[in-house]
């Protein structure tokens, strides 16, 4: 298996512009999550799909993020308009039951 | 809200040495927890899982031992390489389900 895939690997954009970050689970993985990371706050949950539906947003930072799981084998965070405190490293990661989470290799996201 | 601290945040050994990191954590209502090493710019790798039911695990060098009733976890890595050069994360599921909190991490060099 690939592992959780991360799309794209790195992002830099202008303050303002939408964002649009892509993640592939792991085939027959059932749960989804979206964390960032920063130096400042640590790795932090955003949101978690269980069978592609949302669960939890409690941790998406503001109206601003939003995040799908249209099919299970795919899902988006969107960042609409972008600002420079957006800036950090956001992962995907799967897992399948109560198993152990698989983490990508994360979106390093600078926003100028 | 469940708080995970990780101390030292940093550590150095020499090669060859044994050595523990510890996780701390104030809910013990507690589903699972899970250890993390991170190396630069890369995503996070899954080492030992341990169910809330459990008290350890290991996996070759690698032993996780779990007290809920008293907030920790520790690691222990046995005969230190420089390879483990990495940080490392504790991670806790809440017994809700589905929520995670990591914490900061601790930094490990293993000089040669």
């Known amino acids: 298996d690939a592992g959780v895939i991360q799309s794209p690997r790195h992002e830099v954009t202008e303050m303002g512009q939408e964002v649009t970050l892509r993640c592939k689970p792991i085939?027959?993985?059932?749960?989804l999550f979206w964390y960032r990371q920063t130096m400042m706050r640590g790795l932090e949950l955003l949101i978690y799909?269980?069978?592609?539906?949302?669960i939890d947003d409690s941790g998406m930072p503001e109206d601003r993020f939003s995040a799908k799981m249209p099919n299970a084998s795919f899902s988006t965070l969107k960042i609409q308009p972008s600002e420079p405190r957006d800036s950090a490293v956001y992962f995907c990661?799967?897992?399948w039951g109560i198993g152990s989470q698989y983490f990508g290799p994360g979106t390093r996201l600078l926003v100028l | 809200k469940q708080e995970v601290t990780q101390i030292p945040a940093a550590l150095s050994v020499p090669e060859g040495e044994n050595l523990v990191l510890n996780c701390s954590f104030t809910?013990?209502?507690?589903?699972?927890l899970q250890w993390f090493r991170q190396d630069p710019g890369k995503g996070l790798t899954s080492l030992l899982l341990?169910?809330?039911?459990?008290r350890e695990q290991t996996s070759g060098r690698l032993n996780a031992s779990l007290d809920k009733s008293s907030g920790r976890s520790t690691l222990y890595i046995a005969a230190s390489q420089p390879g483990d050069s990495a940080t490392y994360l504790c991670?806790?599921?809440?017994?809700?389900?589905?929520?995670?909190?990591f914490g900061t991490g601790t930094s490990l060099t293993v000089i040669p």
């Open positions: 809910d013990s209502a507690i589903y699972n």
């Open positions: 085939s027959g993985h059932n749960s």
């Open positions: 341990i169910q809330s039911s459990q």
């Open positions: 991670a806790v599921e809440l017994n809700t389900g589905n929520q995670f909190y």
């Open positions: 799909f269980n069978n592609n539906v949302p």
């Open positions: 990661a799967s897992r």
